[in-house]
Structures are given as structure tokens and as C-alpha cells.
């Protein structure tokens, strides 16, 4: 979800990144060139100055690709996706040629005409036929026309204390695969006593919704269909019912959730930093902020499935380009982005200066290449790897068979009404979930009345 990608861009999903800037000043000009014939790139994604290490790494990268590439000046802004100021940066002329989006944001773009369609030059850089085509249909239209490519996804799944599961008689390399044995373990953890919490869930700030978003996907739910042509509201039904009722019981007839609600983003990371809270849905990019900033072990954590496995929440994050990117800046662009693609040298670098500056490798993120790019970034994650792999093996196990969804149209003004529901039934113990249910799904339809 946007307001809560708190990721940290390291090693090679940062410098994927570097290649999808757009012009800032002169984009769509008729004069893409300078004396000399170079053409003038304008890109996003520089990390702030405030991030030395990796600041100075995207700066080393764009001065590298610059050398192999004397016909091209790379201008990079710092920066990334801003739905509050893009439209006026569009309006303005101020975009940038090669933009970063989140996976929530190529259809809007592309339905407004907003990107340049690049299919016809996607042929001069094989690599891209190497992109998991339900990855790259993110960046393409309903006729198959391409106007961006991915760098990175991710789904989630089942974060949870190995320790604790230990503590409590729980296997650690088989978390539950249901949210029935979830409810049953978050029970046997509670029992440990001295203020452990089982499982936790969020209720604030849209984080709320979002969980619901990805738990009842797991049960195989829908937040939003399209019908026809008009978005309507699709959890008021089974799935949405037995989310909300499972946390009811866990929260009121378990005490398996703990008495502190009203839970965002960065309580259940604590929470798991201190050793007290057993299990909650998430990406593994979580991880390494449990690490880094609230004092956990990297042991310590595993990784599995979204339990019910019908489905889970996706996303990601990639480039587009600006439409008024001339074809000499359209093709510049993707040798920008395909740099870092193109030969296990980049991957093993990249990995190399992640591991020497203490960042992680190996955390198990779908991969967005198949064939032989697939099996370079693997052989050089293994190389690197500085996580212990065993750990997140029910997850990756997993992945392939568990179907990943995006998130529903005007996904943070729908968190925001699922988040009254999620709340209602973690602090109210007469909350009624039928009702909540219907009230969400009437304020839900007025705001995907207005998506087209």
C-alpha cells in the first residue's frame, strides 16, 4: 500500500531503480540532444543525501553506466512517486522522462495517456522478454502495449518469533498453514504469560484495511470487482465475515492479540523487536527494519505462507515514461533500466556492495525474471546470501502456488473504511460484524462510483 511501502532500497533493487528517471526540464522536447549528440536523461529514485551509503552508490552507478554509454548524461533527481504532486509536475512540465511507480499506479496512467508506450522497443533488449509476463501485464494495456517495466514485487505471508514457537511446543519450520492453526498457535504463545501476545493485527492509519485487503484474499475474497465496467464492493459475504469473526474471538474469547489495539505500521514491528508478539502478516522486507531498528535477530525470524493460501496481497514497484519522451530518450531509458539486467557481473556486484555494507541478501522476494536472468540474480543471491535462508523455506515453498492479487482501485481511501471495521472488532466486544460489513460496503461503493 503507498503510505506504507516503508522499504529501505537496497543493493540491486536500488540500483534497478536508477534507470527509471524521467526529464525534469525538456522532457518531450523536439531538442533531446546536446552538442556532441548526447542525450540528456532526467531520472528519479536518488536516495536522499541523508543516506550517505546509498546516495553515493546510485551516484557511482549513473557515473559507471555514463562511461559505457558516452552518448548519454544521466540527470538524477531525488524522489520518487508522489500521487500529491504529480499532477502538478505533469501539468507543469516538470516530470521527469523515466518515473518510479507502485504497481497501484500504471492503469490510472495509462488510461489517461500519461506514459509513453515503449513496446516497439522492448525487441533491441532481450531481456525484457525475460520478465514474468504477469509481471510485466502491470505496465500494459488491455491490447498488450507495454509502457513500463517492473524491478521489484512482493507478497506477503506469515511473519513469525521462531523462539516463541519453540518456547510454546510449536514446530518452527512448519508454521500454520491455516488461520485455524494460527488461531491455535497464537493461543499456545499467549500461554508463555509475561505479556507475550500471540498474533497481532493493524487498525489505523489504513493499515487496518490493508490486512483485511490481504487476509481475505487468503480465504480466496475480493475487496472490489469490476462488473461490467463499474467497480463495486465484494467483501460483504463469507471471506470478509470469517476475517473479521476470527479476530473478534481471537481478540475477546482467546485475550490471544493482547489488550493494546489500535495498532500502525510500526507497533507490530516493536513488538516483534522485543520478543513478546508471536505472529503477524507481512513482507519480508520487515525483517530487516526488526533488525535495524528495533534490536531483533535475524535468527530469530521466519517466514511463511499467508495462511489459507488462496490468495494474497501484492505489489511492487517500477518506471515509466513520460509521453512526451522522444524515441531517443525512450531507448536511452531502457539502457538505463536493462543495465543492471544484462549479465551475472551486475548482479554479483550489486549483491557484493549490499553484503560489504552490511545490508541484506537472500530475503525471499518473488522474482520478476524466468529463464536464464532468473537464474543469474539466484546463483548470485546465493553467493551473498547473509540471511539464513532455512528460515524463510515454507514461504518460498509456497510461493508459487498461491496466487497473488493487487490492491483494489482507490486502495487508501477503502483501507481508511475498512479500518473502522478492523478497529470496531479489536476494542468493542459487542461489535457486530454484520453490520460493520454493510456499513463498510455502502461507503466503499460511493468512493469506486468515481473509477472508471
Not at 490510472?108 to 533488449?125: E, H, P
Not at 509475561?194 to 490481504?214: A, I, L, Q
Request: glycine share 10%.
Amino acid at each position: 500500500m503507498g503510505t506504507h511501502r516503508m522499504r529501505t532500497t537496497l543493493g540491486l533493487l536500488l540500483v534497478v531503480g536508477l534507470g527509471f528517471g524521467t526529464t525534469a526540464c525538456g522532457a518531450g522536447s523536439s531538442d533531446d540532444t546536446e552538442d556532441g549528440g548526447k542525450v540528456t536523461l532526467v531520472i528519479n529514485g536518488l536516495p536522499p543525501a541523508t543516506e550517505a551509503a546509498t546516495h553515493q552508490r546510485f551516484l557511482d552507478n549513473v557515473a559507471e553506466f555514463e562511461k559505457l554509454n558516452p552518448d548519454i548524461d544521466l540527470d538524477p533527481r531525488e524522489g520518487k512517486m508522489d500521487p500529491q504532486t504529480f499532477a502538478a509536475k505533469l501539468a507543469g512540465g516538470q516530470l521527469e522522462d523515466v518515473f518510479y511507480v507502485y504497481f497501484t499506479d500504471p492503469a490510472t496512467l495509462i488510461a489517461k495517456r500519461q506514459v509513453a508506450n515503449i513496446s516497439d522497443y522492448l525487441g533491441d533488449f532481450p531481456v525484457t522478454s525475460q520478465i514474468k509476463p504477469e509481471v510485466l501485464r502491470v505496465f500494459q494495456d488491455d491490447k498488450g502495449a507495454t509502457y513500463g517495466l517492473p524491478y521489484k514485487n512482493y507478497s506477503m505471508g506469515l511473519l513469525y518469533n521462531r523462539e516463541l514457537f519453540t518456547k510454546a511446543g510449536l514446530d518452527p519450520e512448519n508454521p500454520p498453514r491455516t488461520w485455524a492453526g494460527v488461531r491455535e498457535a497464537a493461543k499456545k504463545i499467549t500461554a508463555l504469560g509475561d505479556g507475550h501476545v500471540g498474533y497481532g493485527d493493524y487498525s489505523k492509519s489504513n493499515t487496518g484495511g490493508w490486512h483485511f485487503t490481504t487476509e481475505i484474499y487468503s480465504l480466496g475474497g475480493e475487496v472490489a470487482v469490476n462488473d461490467g465496467g463499474t467497480w463495486k464492493a465484494a467483501f460483504n459475504g463469507p471471506p470478509g465475515r470469517q476475517v473479521l469473526q476470527q479476530l473478534k474471538d481471537m481478540r475477546w474469547t482467546d485475550n490471544s492479540m493482547g489488550e493494546r489495539q489500535l495498532l500502525e505500521w510500526a507497533d507490530l514491528l516493536q513488538m516483534m523487536g522485543s520478543g513478546k508478539l508471536g505472529m503477524y502478516v507481512a513482507t519480508a522486507d520487515n525483517i530487516p527494519t526488526i533488525v535495524n531498528q528495533y534490536k531483533g535477530r535475524y535468527e530469530t525470524y521466519g517466514l511463511g505462507p499467508i495462511p489459507g493460501g488462496a490468495g494474497t496481497l501484492g505489489g511492487g514497484e517500477g518506471y515509466m515514461f513520460n509521453a512526451k519522451a522522444s524515441p531517443a530518450k525512450i531507448r536511452a531509458g531502457l539502457k538505463w533500466l536493462t543495465f543492471w539486467f544484462t549479465s551475472a557481473e551486475r548482479f554479483d556486484a550489486e549483491n557484493k556492495w549490499a553484503a560489504d555494507n552490511k545490508n541484506p541478501v537472500g530475503l525471499p522476494e518473488p522474482a520478476i525474471f524466468t529463464g536464464a536472468a532468473a537464474q543469474l540474480q539466484e546463483t548470485a543471491d546465493a553467493k551473498y546470501a547473509n540471511v539464513p535462508q532455512q528460515n524463510y523455506a515454507p514461504f518460498k515453498a509456497a510461493m508459487p502456488s498461491i496466487p497473488v492479487k493487487l490492491e483494489p482501485p482507490n486502495a487508501q481511501q477503502i483501507y481508511a473504511v475498512l479500518d473502522v471495521a478492523m478497529q470496531k472488532v479489536l476494542t468493542d466486544r459487542n461489535a457486530n460484524v454484520d453490520q460493520l460489513l454493510a456499513d463498510a460496503e455502502t461507503q466503499v461503493n460511493q468512493i469506486l462510483a468515481s473509477v472508471r
